[in-house]
């Protein structure tokens, strides 16, 4: 989303304001709508809506909650559109609810944010600055409440994400401290290991890949390893940073290049670097 001023200049067209229901949700025993600001641009064509605000009421028009959402005006459309849904969210220790901002067209580092609000200290408020990522949360289904995941190593309820780094996604938990209004990652972003989800490709002709004994090409010499049709390939885990860059309005979350791949191969466990022998296993980079 662009952190510019809102308006029009003489030149451009100016928008109609409308307003649209995201639904009503409960939180303990209060009862409150979630709405969208909407600006309209009149004429055919693509990017001529976009939402310009999300607030939360209550039945009596009162407003709990709200975040304006900055536009800029392009020739006759939006430089970029954004759309706004709001999820209830479950967890084992509290509830809140999961507003998702996607935003078109994409653009990197991702086109999609989420920002999770909460009841506390008698008001609804939110748990930090909307965290953007090329990727997806992994207990949302489209119109569906969001479960949380249970994490027993640190007692709390979390939200993983699947953050796509180009050739698998990364599952990055993000832990909910409900008294304390913090959505923070769960484990720190350094030198860690993560499940990955990804779907490989068939290997269609024989090769080699360097299995490495740790996730760094200074860890000693690589064995190499032949890689065919009919070999056994299993993916444990992926090792290394993640990016977590709290520099604007929105926070990103990503995977860092220097990501290595722990594999079983026929038997034989190692890491792959990134790069050629992730190609040779069936994951090649993609958009």
């Not at 939200?159 to 401290?177: A, D, E, I, Y």
């Not at 490989?200 to 490495?212: A, G, I, S």
């Not at 993916?235 to 990503?254: P, T």
Request: glycine residues 10%; aromatic residues 8%; negative net charge.
């Amino acid at each position: 989303m662009l952190a510019v001023a809102v308006g029009a200049t003489q030149a451009q067209p100016v928008p109609e304001i409308a307003e649209k229901s995201l639904g009503v949700f409960e939180l303990g025993a209060r009862r409150f709508e979630a709405v969208a600001e909407v600006a309209r641009l009149t004429g055919p064509g693509e990017l001529r809506q976009t939402v310009s605000a999300v607030r939360f009421r209550e039945a009596e028009g009162s407003t709990l909650w709200e975040r304006r959402l900055a536009y800029q005006i392009e020739g006759d459309r939006f430089a970029e559109t954004t759309s706004v849904e709001v999820a209830p969210v479950k967890g084992r220790e509290g509830e809140g609810l999961l507003i998702t901002y996607s935003t078109l067209p994409a653009a990197p580092p991702g086109s999609r944010s989420w920002q999770l609000l909460g009841w506390a200290e008698d008001k609804l408020a939110d748990f930090g600055k909307p965290v953007s990522i090329e990727g997806a949360v992994a207990e949302q289904a489209p119109g569906q409440p969001v479960a949380a995941s249970w994490d027993e190593r640190l007692k709390g309820d979390v939200l993983n994400f699947k953050v796509w780094n180009g050739r698998f996604s990364v599952v990055v938990p993000m832990l909910v401290r409900w008294d304390w209004r913090s959505f923070a990652l769960a484990y720190l972003p350094k030198r860690g290991r993560w499940k990955v989800e990804c779907e490989r490709r068939p290997v269609t002709e024989n090769v080699e890949v360097d299995l490495y004994p740790a996730a760094t090409e200074e860890a000693g010499k690589p064995r190499r390893v032949k890689v065919g049709p009919a070999s056994k390939i299993e993916i444990l885990w992926a090792e290394g940073d993640l990016i977590w860059d709290d520099s604007d309005d929105e926070i990103w979350l990503g995977v860092s290049e220097d990501i290595f791949l722990k594999v079983r191969i026929d038997g034989r466990e190692g890491y792959l670097a990134p790069g050629d022998d992730l190609d040779a296993i069936g994951l090649p980079e993609r958009e």
